[in-house]
């Protein structure tokens, strides 16, 4: 059975840092496509990181810079660093399985976790 199990998410002041983990379970890590995603309230899911075999392939526009995602193949997790948060950060985060693409569209996952929120005040 496929798990995805992030956690991680906080309410943090602009500026701030946090690191989200994803566990995953059910499938070897080493060899799958990954990526992150994050849903504001009443905004579609939006990619953010996409990352394949510990190198991140792309990063969304908004976080290039701030945001470092990584992987523990022998850990089977996946991480999400975020620095230098911003108010338009706040959402829930969410890391998926995905075909091998390269791109950040939510429409090539094939298994996504439960979510984490991230709460970025001003």
């Known amino acids: 059975q496929v798990r995805l199990v992030e956690s991680g998410g906080d309410s943090v002041q602009a500026g701030g840092s946090l690191r989200l983990s994803c566990a995953v379970s059910g499938f070897t890590l080493t060899f799958a496509c990954m990526g992150w995603f994050r849903q504001a309230p009443g905004k579609e899911r939006e990619g953010v990181a996409d990352i394949v075999s510990g190198t991140p392939q792309a990063y969304a526009n908004s976080v290039k810079g701030r945001f470092t995602a990584s992987r523990d193949n022998a850990k089977n997790t996946l991480y999400l660093q975020m620095n230098s948060l911003k108010p338009e950060d706040t959402g829930t985060y969410y890391c998926?399985?995905?075909?091998?693409?390269?791109?950040?569209?939510?429409?090539?996952?094939?298994?996504w976790g439960q979510g984490t929120q991230v709460t970025v005040s001003s």
């Open positions: 998926a399985r995905k075909r091998c693409t390269g791109k950040l569209n939510p429409a090539d996952v094939t298994d």
